[in-house]
């Protein structure tokens, strides 16, 4: 792999986030980027390797910034925390309070979030045909935030949050009650799973609950049926525990691979400047999954 990032066309990107180790996303965009003839190289800055708190988001951005780095991917727990040192948003990263994606360009860092764009064509062809009149989520943090924003725009008539955060989930109903209608979204308290799903047509979990470093379900088994749809933003591992008492229940469920993939086609496409092929870069991760 070439080194020499400070060379026009070459691209040096990295991914923040806290237990990230299993992540797929290097691969992913490195493999892609060779078959289009790019030089790059994508690097894992983990929290907890580097032994920092989310609190030392900022420096990790400026250190980034001097090191030449085209841009950066951040996840988990730093979607919310990173905005304060930015220079610029996208408008859908405004709405949303929350970036997975910071591009440093022209002597500035901009915030922008493919989360929600990627969970958008995962739904559509994930779940195509599923009932969306209503639909519950589980988690208003930043993956919630482009969940719940994908769900709207796709023509969801009806999203229920549930946080453990009462003044987070009202938050994001407030900015996107906003946008798209305040009748279109609702919060109630995390432990009113059964109330909520009473009625519900699908049901999207966007938590850390599942990850390799947090494993458990977030969602009392009991409460799937066959009725309900399950989606997951978690993708590593691919089969949460959720996902299994979900297929075990008779559900039509999504997994979070495929968001995983489109957001990663709309960051590259950010990062370079080059459209990547969205369906190489899914047989790459689908190949990448199994060999784990």
Not at 9 to 32: D, F, N, Q, T, Y
Not at 222 to 244: N, S
Request: hydrophobic letters at 45%; aromatic letters at 6%; glycine letters at 14%.
């Amino acid at each position: 792999m070439p080194t020499d990032f400070g060379a026009p066309g070459a691209h040096l990107i990295g991914l923040v986030g806290a237990g990230i180790g299993p992540s797929l996303s290097p691969a992913l965009h490195e493999r892609e980027a060779h078959e289009l003839g790019l030089r790059y190289q994508y690097r894992r800055l983990d929290l907890l390797e580097l032994g920092v708190g989310p609190d030392r988001i900022g420096d990790l951005l400026a250190a980034a910034r001097l090191t030449g780095y085209t841009g950066l991917n951040v996840t988990h727990p730093v979607k919310q925390a990173v905005i304060a040192h930015l220079d610029a948003l996208s408008e859908e990263a405004a709405v949303l309070g929350a970036v997975n994606t910071v591009l440093f360009k022209g002597g500035k860092a901009v915030g922008y979030n493919t989360d929600a764009s990627g969970f958008a064509r995962s739904a559509m062809g994930g779940l195509a045909g599923a009932r969306l009149d209503r639909v519950v989520l589980l988690g208003a943090g930043g993956a919630g935030a482009a969940v719940a924003h994908a769900l709207l725009g796709i023509g969801a008539g009806h999203v229920h949050v549930l946080d453990l955060d009462a003044h987070r989930s009202a938050r994001l109903v407030d900015a996107l009650g906003a946008h798209f209608g305040r009748e279109r979204i609702t919060a109630g308290p995390a432990g009113g799973f059964a109330a909520a799903l009473e009625g519900a047509d699908g049901l999207v979990h966007a938590t850390p609950t599942g990850m390799a470093a947090h494993p458990g379900t977030a969602v009392p088994p009991e409460l799937l049926h066959p009725g309900l749809w399950v989606a997951e933003v978690v993708y590593f591992p691919l089969e949460t525990e959720l996902l299994a008492a979900a297929r075990a229940a008779g559900c039509r469920v999504l997994d979070g691979g495929r968001m995983a993939v489109y957001q990663a086609v709309d960051s590259f496409r950010l990062f370079t400047g080059t459209e990547p092929d969205a369906d190489r870069m899914l047989r790459h991760f689908d190949a990448l999954a199994a060999a784990r």
